[in-house]
């Protein structure tokens, strides 16, 4: 309780006593009393009236967290599954050391042309400046 002890409490309640005077300390407990009561109940209607403005703000939030943990909590397939149905084991595909490139150039996806038809003369030359600064 707010870091106060026995011995401290016993001091502060004997001041009070010596202070106010035995006839007037039961009143002031039951007002001290009173006001945290109210100082609790303040304090809570603040914090329903905070939860409730912020109910709209909150709510994509939580949906987003409870999608997430439900993505997590899926059972995630096996690694021996998840690339092969196959029971029976394949070699793997290797390219020949000796082998030479193709003669033949590539053709471009979209027109059929081969790719070697580029022509480096046929580039747009940047525009020369009219004042011959260039």
């Known amino acids: 309780m707010f870091g106060i002890g026995m011995p401290e409490l016993i001091v502060i309640l004997a001041v009070a006593l010596i202070v106010f005077g035995p006839k007037k300390l039961p009143d002031l ?5 009173k006001a945290i ?3 609790k109940n303040a304090t809570q209607d603040l914090k329903d ?9 909150k709510k994509p939030f939580e949906d987003a ?8 909590n899926r059972p995630r397939p096996s690694a021996n599954n998840s690339f ?4 029976e084991k394949k070699e793997p595909v290797t390219a020949d050391p000796n082998s030479k ?7 471009d996806a979209d027109t059929g042309a ?4 580029f022509d480096p003369d046929a580039q747009t030359q940047s525009p020369k400046n009219e004042h011959g600064h260039g």
């Open 37 to 39: 009561n109210e100082f």
């Open 101 to 107: 490139p193709s003669d033949r150039a590539p053709q």
């Open 65 to 72: 967290t409870k999608d997430v943990s439900q993505i997590e």
């Open 49 to 57: 009236s905070v939860d409730s403005e912020f109910k709209d703000v």
């Open 114 to 117: 081969s790719s070697s038809s």
């Open 84 to 87: 092969s149905h196959d029971s």
């Open 29 to 33: 407990a039951r007002s001290l009393g």
